[in-house]
């Protein structure tokens, strides 16, 4: 089953297109990712995927679900944690995770809140306030809070940003193990290394258009390169 479809995707911002013609396909389960440099058009192509944005032209569907015609639907099946997400500062650990349980279904609300505490691993400091929380700390409540609502497809823009190599590492096998359990996962990073180790398929996108895509072996032996880095920079050159 096809969990995501986007055709011909355009995005533009008044005369700037930042998605020029996109097209790519994710399967149901896989973990699939963007590839590319700062500005190359991938947290542009994730925001309209996960509904925030609109389309210029083109189509993206998920779960055969049309993110235009659909968007509420979709909304109740999908998590997107942005680069740049942050939480209520005032709150602790739990009662963050407890104020976004509450916006789900109360039967499941305790189970999710249990779920994300375990997913975000913060031990006691689960109690503390989130404005006493280390860059690392943070991204794990957040990945916890993405990640606790059974979601059919997550979208992870640039999960391990700024991380220290122990907390990158913790994310990673967060997001293999949930993947294993069967969420789409559709992630989206410039650490092209991180994307091998993670991804099952991938797409290299620079400019606004996608310029390869496939299994990051496959990409390395058709390239006769060591690393995805390797094949994104004959890519480019080609």
């Known amino acids: 089953m096809v969990a995501i479809e986007v055709k011909n995707l355009v995005k533009s911002y008044g005369s700037i297109e930042a998605v020029k013609g996109v097209s790519f396909s994710v ?14 058009g991938k947290t542009t192509v994730l925001r309209v995927v996960s509904t925030l ?3 210029t032209s083109g189509s993206v569907k998920i779960t055969n679900l049309d993110v235009e015609k659909d968007a509420d639907k979709i909304r109740k099946i999908i998590s997107y944690l942005p680069e740049d997400a942050g939480a209520y500062k005032n709150l602790t650990g739990r009662a963050y995770l407890q104020f ?13 809140i249990q779920k994300g505490i375990e997913i975000a691993n913060l031990g006691e400091r689960i109690d503390d ?20 609502i059974n979601p059919k497809l997550a979208i992870l823009d640039e999960p391990t940003s700024g991380l220290d190599v122990i907390n990158a590492q913790e994310i990673r096998k967060l997001v293999k193990n949930t993947a294993k ?12 290394l991180e994307v091998e180790y993670l ?6 996108i620079s400019d606004g258009r996608i310029l390869e895509e496939g299994e990051p072996k496959t990409l390395m032996d058709k390239y006769e390169a060591n690393n995805i880095e390797e094949v994104f920079m004959r890519v480019v050159q080609q």
């Open 199 to 204: 991804c099952e398929r991938i797409a290299l």
């Open 53 to 55: 944005l609109k389309i």
């Open 129 to 148: 306030r989130v404005d006493t929380y280390s860059k690392g700390m943070m991204r794990r409540l957040l990945v916890g809070r993405a990640l606790m």
């Open 100 to 112: 976004i349980a509450n916006f789900f279904d109360a039967k499941q609300n305790q189970q999710m």
């Open 27 to 40: 399967k149901d389960g896989e973990i699939f990712g963007l590839i590319g440099p700062n500005g190359a």
């Open 181 to 192: 359990k069967g969420t789409t996962i559709l992630l989206s990073s410039h650490n092209m």
